[in-house]
């Protein structure tokens, strides 16, 4: 290949993006980093969630400027080229305050149901979004069931109530959202059980068991589904176990036969299910999954969103994720919160990064460490591409990918505080690569 064909973009702390060249190729030698010639899983692709206090940052920025963030997350030709995006049904912890889609106590026939306050805030967030790319494809996950539903009757902590009338209101509860949403001209593609199974919080949550998964996905949401005509698919997830205060989820062996194994060993569950979501301490459940249900599709569907401080050293972290995730299966990874005010408070309290800032006092979109982290995977690997297998010293650093197209794109990160020079192998040529301290490169061969 000519070095003149060779892209290559790396980002520092101090220059988040410079294209770099290739001068010539190297003389052969033991490389560092080479391509194996496997050929792994299809890539689905990239995208974050639309959430309340995103939507509420994001319109504090002037018109010009607002279009100019929507382009960058959402257009094809844009920084990130977003594919597949989330969404909550009902209040996520990034909503404005506590609701549900129906909290008429005891509709078990969802009269009540509406997704009026939806058209306020993630209706129009989503509508723009998908001006801008009409082949976006979206999935949903509750945070809690409507109040009435669970014991103690809450929003946060608990648990749903496990009576046969509250599980078919409940499965009936998905099947409103999805039609309500397709009353609105908005496909919901998958809809996720629940967020974050074992989250006990003071935020909107719901805790449940690998049984009751198993049980309400065989039992309830799938046959529910089906008797209405649905073609949603239906997903394990988002699976976040064992998170490190669960003791007693320690001793089930990382979350694999406590949640996936229970649920997907049973046929009749199984046959519903067409993939599986995971996120935070989900990431030590993964290999296990894929490795005994490789037919499956997988997504890491919640970034670790950091401590609203967006610094280089958490985007050194959020490389990592990446890596082991997709070197662990995935399909696609999604990032949380996309925009949001400085700092990234919750309604509940903390704090967490996001890819673009935009501060009240001075409205202008900036763009944080993550937002370039993103930017060397969605900017240059769309679906259709397949995770290609790499081997040598520097494989625990990189991803590559091939591209519909042909191309291979290389990712890769320096994480030490010096340059290191690597030798690539690409098929016979080798090229000497001048990686700068603490980077992340993208190179397309």
Same mark, same amino acid.
């Given at each position: 290949?000519?070095?003149?064909?060779?892209?290559?973009?790396?980002?520092?702390?101090?220059?988040?993006?410079?294209?770099?060249?290739?001068?010539?190729?190297?003389?052969?030698?033991?490389?560092?980093?080479?391509?194996?010639?496997?050929?792994?899983?299809?890539?689905?692709?990239?995208?974050?969630?639309?959430?309340?206090?995103?939507?509420?940052?994001?319109?504090?920025?002037?018109?010009?400027?607002?279009?100019?963030?929507?382009?960058?997350?959402?257009?094809?030709?844009?920084?990130?080229?977003?594919?597949?995006?989330?969404?909550?049904?009902?209040?996520?912890? /990034?909503?404005?305050?506590?609701?549900?889609?129906?909290?008429?106590?005891?509709?078990?026939?969802?009269?009540?149901?509406?997704?009026?306050? #939806?058209?306020?805030?993630?209706?129009?967030?989503?509508?723009?979004?998908?001006?801008?790319?009409?082949?976006?494809?979206?999935?949903?996950?509750?945070?809690?069931?409507?109040?009435?539903?669970?014991?103690?009757?809450?929003?946060?902590?608990?648990?749903?109530?496990?009576?046969?009338?509250?599980?078919?209101? /409940?499965?009936?509860?998905?099947?409103?959202?999805?039609?309500? /949403?397709?009353?609105?001209?908005?496909?919901?593609?998958?809809?996720?059980?629940?967020?974050?199974?074992?989250?006990?919080?003071?935020?909107?949550?719901?805790?449940?068991?690998?049984?009751?998964?198993?049980?309400?996905?065989?039992?309830?949401?799938?046959?529910?589904?089906?008797?209405?005509?649905?073609?949603?698919?239906?997903?394990?997830?988002?699976?976040?176990?064992?998170?490190?205060?669960?003791?007693?989820?320690?001793?089930?062996?990382?979350?694999?036969?406590?949640?996936?194994?229970?649920?997907?060993? #049973?046929?009749?569950?199984?046959?519903?299910?067409?993939?599986?979501?995971?996120?935070?301490?989900?990431?030590?459940?993964?290999?296990?999954?894929?490795?005994?249900?490789?037919?499956?599709?997988?997504?890491?569907?919640?970034?670790?969103?950091?401590?609203?401080?967006?610094?280089?050293?958490?985007?050194?972290?959020?490389?990592?994720?990446?890596?082991?995730?997709?070197?662990?299966?995935?399909?696609?990874?999604?990032?949380?919160?996309?925009?949001?005010?400085?700092?990234?408070?919750?309604?509940?309290?903390?704090?967490?990064?996001?890819?673009?800032?935009?501060?009240?006092?001075?409205?202008?979109?900036?763009?944080?460490?993550?937002?370039?982290?993103?930017?060397?995977?969605?900017?240059?690997?769309?679906?259709?591409?397949?995770?290609?297998?790499?081997?040598?010293?520097?494989?625990?650093?990189?991803?590559?990918?091939?591209?519909?197209?042909?191309?291979?794109?290389?990712?890769?990160?320096?994480?030490?505080?010096?340059?290191?020079?690597?030798?690539?192998?690409?098929?016979?040529?080798?090229?000497?690569?001048?990686?700068?301290?603490?980077?992340?490169?993208?190179?397309?061969?």
């Amino acid at each position: 290949m000519d070095v003149k064909d060779i892209v290559w973009v790396s980002s520092t702390e101090n220059e988040p993006w410079v294209s770099r060249s290739v001068e010539s190729p190297a003389a052969e030698g033991a490389a560092d980093l080479a391509f194996s010639g496997e050929i792994h899983q299809n890539i689905e692709g990239f995208g974050g969630c639309f959430n309340e206090l995103g939507f509420e940052a994001l319109n504090l920025l002037a018109a010009e400027d607002r279009s100019a963030v929507l382009h960058s997350l959402f257009h094809p030709e844009g920084d990130h080229k977003f594919s597949i995006c989330r969404l909550p049904i009902g209040a996520s912890d /990034y909503a404005l305050e506590w609701y549900s889609l129906n909290e008429t106590d005891g509709d078990y026939a969802m009269e009540h149901f509406s997704i009026e306050r #939806d058209r306020k805030y993630l209706i129009p967030y989503i509508r723009e979004a998908l001006k801008l790319n009409p082949e976006l494809k979206l999935f949903a996950s509750p945070w809690s069931p409507p109040t009435w539903m669970k014991f103690p009757r809450a929003y946060n902590y608990g648990t749903l109530r496990w009576e046969k009338e509250i599980l078919e209101a /409940y499965a009936l509860y998905f099947v409103k959202f999805v039609q309500a /949403y397709a009353g609105e001209g908005i496909t919901i593609h998958q809809v996720h059980v629940q967020n974050e199974v074992v989250a006990d919080q003071k935020f909107p949550s719901c805790v449940w068991t690998g049984e009751q998964l198993r049980e309400f996905i065989r039992d309830y949401l799938g046959p529910a589904f089906e008797q209405h005509g649905l073609d949603t698919e239906i997903w394990l997830g988002t699976i976040n176990a064992p998170e490190p205060w669960d003791e007693w989820m320690k001793q089930k062996d990382s979350g694999f036969d406590a949640y996936a194994h229970t649920v997907l060993s #049973d046929p009749e569950a199984y046959k519903y299910v067409q993939g599986v979501g995971y996120q935070w301490a989900g990431k030590y459940g993964i290999q296990r999954t894929v490795q005994a249900y490789p037919e499956l599709r997988y997504m890491q569907t919640e970034n670790e969103c950091g401590d609203g401080e967006n610094t280089w050293f958490y985007a050194k972290y959020v490389f990592n994720l990446y890596q082991h995730y997709f070197t662990n299966g995935v399909n696609a990874y999604i990032y949380w919160n996309m925009v949001l005010q400085p700092k990234g408070r919750s309604t509940w309290g903390w704090e967490q990064n996001s890819m673009i800032t935009v501060d009240p006092d001075e409205p202008k979109a900036v763009h944080n460490p993550e937002f370039y982290v993103m930017k060397h995977f969605a900017h240059f690997i769309g679906p259709g591409s397949r995770r290609i297998g790499l081997k040598g010293r520097w494989t625990g650093n990189a991803l590559a990918f091939g591209t519909p197209e042909g191309r291979r794109v290389l990712v890769i990160a320096n994480p030490f505080k010096e340059a290191r020079t690597i030798l690539l192998a690409n098929d016979e040529t080798h090229y000497k690569l001048m990686l700068d301290a603490e980077s992340f490169n993208t190179i397309i061969l």
